[in-house]
C-alpha cells in the first residue's frame, strides 16, 4: 500500500499553494449553505427528490427544485469518510486518500488518438482503451487510472460496460470509471465482485471508483443522482466533479464561481449520505474558465490552476479526499 507524500503542510520539503485564508473559506461555505438553502438545486430523479424531502429539505414538485437545510448540509460533511482505501488488483498498488496526501492519475476522456502505426487521427476503439490502461499500469507515476479514452465502435448505450472490461483486464491499479447511469454502474459492480471473488472481498478490498458530474448551473440530473446513489449502496466511493465553467455556466469570478461549485458538490455529498450514512465521496473537480473569446475551457490557464487549488483547499477544509483535474 502506497501512502504519497504530503503537500501544503509545514513540513520540510513540501509545497503547497494555500492562498485561500481560513476566514475566506469560512464566507466561500457560508455563501454556498445560502444558495443552496435559498436558491436550492434542481434534481431530476424522482427517487432522489424523496429522499432530499424525507431528509428535511424543502421541494417543489412542479419544478423540481430542492433547497436545502444549512443542517442537512453540513450533517453530511460530518458523516461522509474523510480517509479512503482504494484497492488494486495487485496489492502493490493500493493506494490512500487522505488529508494532504498526493497521488497521480490519468483522466478522462481523450476524444481522439493518434494512431501510433499510420500516424491518422482517429476516434478511439476498444483497443485503445485497453492499451491506454497498460500504458498507464506500466508508469510508476500513475497511482490510479481512469480510462483515459473510450470506445466508439461499440454501441454507446452500453458503452461504458466495454470501457469497463478492458479498463478491468488491463491494468493492475485501482480504477476510476464514469458509469453514465445506474444500469451500467451495476453492472460495472458485477465485473468487480467476480474479480474480487464475492461481494464481501470487494467491500474490503474496493476495486473501483464511480465518476459523475453534476450539470452546471446547480443541476443534479437523473444519470447523476443514479450514479450517486448506486454507489452509496454498492459500497463503492463516488467521485462527485463539477464541471463548472467560469464566465459560461458559473459566475465569472472565482470566488462565485467557487460557491457554484461548492454547492453542486455538496448537493451530491448529502444525496450520497441520505442514500447511506457513511457512504464514501470525493470531492471532485474540473471547473475552470471560459476563453470568453474562443468560448472554450481554458484548461492548463492560470485561472484553472488557481481555481484547483482553491477546491483542494476547501476540501481539506471539509475534511473530504479530492480529485482535482487540470493544471
Same mark, same amino acid.
Given at each position: 500500500?502506497?501512502?504519497?507524500?504530503?503537500?501544503?503542510?509545514?513540513?520540510?520539503?513540501?509545497?503547497?499553494?494555500? +492562498?485561500?485564508?481560513?476566514?475566506?473559506?469560512?464566507?466561500?461555505?457560508?455563501?454556498?449553505?445560502?444558495?443552496?438553502?435559498?436558491?436550492?438545486? +434542481?434534481?431530476?430523479?424522482?427517487?432522489?427528490?424523496?429522499?432530499?424531502?424525507?431528509?428535511?429539505?424543502?421541494?417543489?414538485?412542479?419544478?423540481?427544485?430542492?433547497?436545502?437545510?444549512?443542517?442537512?448540509?453540513?450533517?453530511?460533511?460530518?458523516?461522509?469518510?474523510?480517509?479512503?482505501?482504494?484497492?488494486?488488483?495487485?496489492?502493490?498498488?493500493?493506494?490512500?486518500?487522505?488529508?494532504?496526501?498526493?497521488?497521480?492519475?490519468?483522466?478522462?476522456?481523450?476524444?481522439?488518438?493518434?494512431?501510433?502505426?499510420?500516424?491518422?487521427?482517429?476516434?478511439?476503439?476498444?483497443?485503445?482503451?485497453?492499451?491506454?490502461?497498460?500504458?498507464?499500469?506500466?508508469?510508476?507515476?500513475?497511482?490510479?487510472?481512469?480510462?483515459?479514452?473510450?470506445?466508439?465502435?461499440?454501441?454507446?448505450?452500453?458503452?461504458?460496460?466495454?470501457?469497463?472490461?478492458?479498463? +478491468?483486464?488491463?491494468?493492475?491499479?485501482?480504477?476510476?470509471?464514469?458509469?453514465?447511469?445506474?444500469?451500467?454502474?451495476?453492472?460495472?459492480?458485477?465485473?468487480?465482485?467476480?474479480?474480487?471473488?464475492?461481494?464481501?472481498?470487494?467491500?474490503?478490498?474496493?476495486?473501483?471508483? +464511480?465518476?459523475?458530474?453534476?450539470?452546471?448551473?446547480?443541476?443534479?440530473?437523473?444519470?447523476?443522482?443514479?450514479?450517486?446513489?448506486?454507489?452509496?449502496?454498492?459500497?463503492?466511493?463516488?467521485?462527485?466533479?463539477?464541471?463548472?465553467?467560469?464566465?459560461?455556466?458559473?459566475?465569472?469570478?472565482?470566488?462565485?464561481?467557487?460557491?457554484?461549485?461548492?454547492?453542486?458538490?455538496?448537493?451530491?455529498?448529502?444525496?450520497?449520505?441520505?442514500?447511506?450514512?457513511?457512504?464514501?465521496?470525493?470531492?471532485?473537480?474540473?471547473?475552470?474558465?471560459?476563453?470568453?473569446?474562443?468560448?472554450?475551457?481554458?484548461?492548463?490557464?492560470?485561472?484553472?490552476?488557481?481555481?484547483?487549488?482553491?477546491?483542494?483547499?476547501?476540501?481539506?477544509?471539509?475534511?473530504?479526499?479530492?480529485?482535482?483535474?487540470?493544471?
Amino acid at each position: 500500500m502506497k501512502r504519497n507524500s504530503h503537500a501544503g503542510k509545514a513540513l520540510s520539503g513540501g509545497f503547497g499553494a494555500s +492562498f485561500l485564508s481560513n476566514d475566506e473559506l469560512e464566507e466561500i461555505h457560508l455563501a454556498t449553505l445560502e444558495v443552496l438553502e435559498h436558491t436550492g438545486v +434542481f434534481v431530476e430523479d424522482p427517487e432522489a427528490i424523496e429522499l432530499f424531502r424525507n431528509g428535511g429539505a424543502k421541494v417543489d414538485q412542479d419544478s423540481k427544485i430542492v433547497k436545502l437545510q444549512p443542517y442537512m448540509v453540513e450533517e453530511a460533511i460530518r458523516s461522509a469518510p474523510s480517509k479512503l482505501f482504494l484497492a488494486g488488483r495487485n496489492p502493490e498498488n493500493d493506494i490512500i486518500l487522505e488529508s494532504n496526501r498526493v497521488g497521480f492519475t490519468t483522466f478522462g476522456e481523450g476524444v481522439k488518438v493518434r494512431d501510433p502505426y499510420t500516424g491518422e487521427l482517429r476516434a478511439p476503439t476498444k483497443k485503445d482503451v485497453s492499451n491506454a490502461a497498460k500504458l498507464a499500469d506500466a508508469m510508476d507515476e500513475i497511482d490510479v487510472y481512469e480510462r483515459a479514452v473510450g470506445a466508439h465502435e461499440v454501441p454507446q448505450a452500453v458503452a461504458q460496460l466495454h470501457n469497463a472490461e478492458a479498463s +478491468f483486464n488491463n491494468t493492475s491499479k485501482h480504477l476510476f470509471m464514469g458509469p453514465f447511469d445506474g444500469y451500467q454502474l451495476d453492472k460495472i459492480v458485477e465485473m468487480a465482485v467476480a474479480i474480487a471473488g464475492s461481494r464481501e472481498k470487494l467491500l474490503e478490498r474496493p476495486l473501483v471508483t +464511480f465518476i459523475t458530474c453534476p450539470v452546471s448551473p446547480l443541476k443534479l440530473v437523473k444519470d447523476t443522482c443514479e450514479v450517486i446513489m448506486g454507489a452509496a449502496r454498492s459500497g463503492m466511493a463516488v467521485n462527485i466533479l463539477s464541471m463548472a465553467m467560469a464566465g459560461g455556466s458559473s459566475p465569472v469570478t472565482l470566488a462565485g464561481t467557487l460557491v457554484n461549485h461548492n454547492a453542486e458538490v455538496l448537493s451530491g455529498v448529502v444525496l450520497s449520505q441520505l442514500t447511506c450514512k457513511g457512504a464514501k465521496v470525493i470531492y471532485g473537480s474540473s471547473t475552470t474558465a471560459m476563453d470568453l473569446r474562443r468560448a472554450c475551457a481554458s484548461v492548463g490557464s492560470p485561472e484553472c490552476a488557481m481555481i484547483s487549488a482553491a477546491v483542494a483547499r476547501l476540501a481539506r477544509y471539509y475534511a473530504l479526499p479530492s480529485f482535482v483535474a487540470g493544471g
